[in-house]
């Protein structure tokens, strides 16, 4: 199913929203849609050198989407963006699928404890 203009605006929107919440200031966030091979909601890319991020959300899924998963996904990529430095040295000195592991599981955490609470504060 494509992404709907009022679909990838939420994200954009939420993307903002977690930005500031989780104090992200040190990174400029390039947004943008297109296709993946996989079955992935939203990619991220960080380049360090030049603190930038690019959060691209997939232009179409093999489902429909609600705003729940698409504020989650706004919420994980956030997480990507900050712990990008982390992942980007342990790239350098390990697999780098050891450190893309790594860095989901910490943000699995987070996803499943702090996610909530801010949420709920939210509300």
């Given at each position: 199913m494509e992404m709907t203009k009022k679909q990838i605006n939420y994200?954009?929107?939420r993307i903002n929203y977690w930005k500031n919440k989780l104090g992200?200031?040190?990174?400029?966030?390039d947004?943008?849609?297109n296709n993946f091979d996989d079955n992935a909601l939203a990619k991220t890319s960080v380049n360090i050198?030049?603190?930038v991020a690019r959060i691209t959300l997939t232009k179409s899924l093999s489902y429909k989407c609600s705003d729940n998963e698409l504020d989650l996904a706004?919420?994980?990529?956030?997480?990507?963006?900050?712990i990008g430095e982390m992942?980007?040295?342990?790239?350098?000195?390990?697999?780098?699928?050891?450190?893309?592991?790594?860095?989901?599981?910490i943000i699995r955490r987070l996803e499943n404890t702090v996610y909530p609470l801010l949420r709920a504060e939210e509300k």
């Open positions: 994200f954009n929107s992200v200031t040190d990174y400029r966030i947004k943008n849609v050198e030049m603190g706004a919420f994980h990529e956030i997480c990507e963006v900050i992942n980007c040295y342990m790239r350098s000195m390990f697999k780098a699928e050891l450190a893309n592991e790594v860095g989901h599981r």
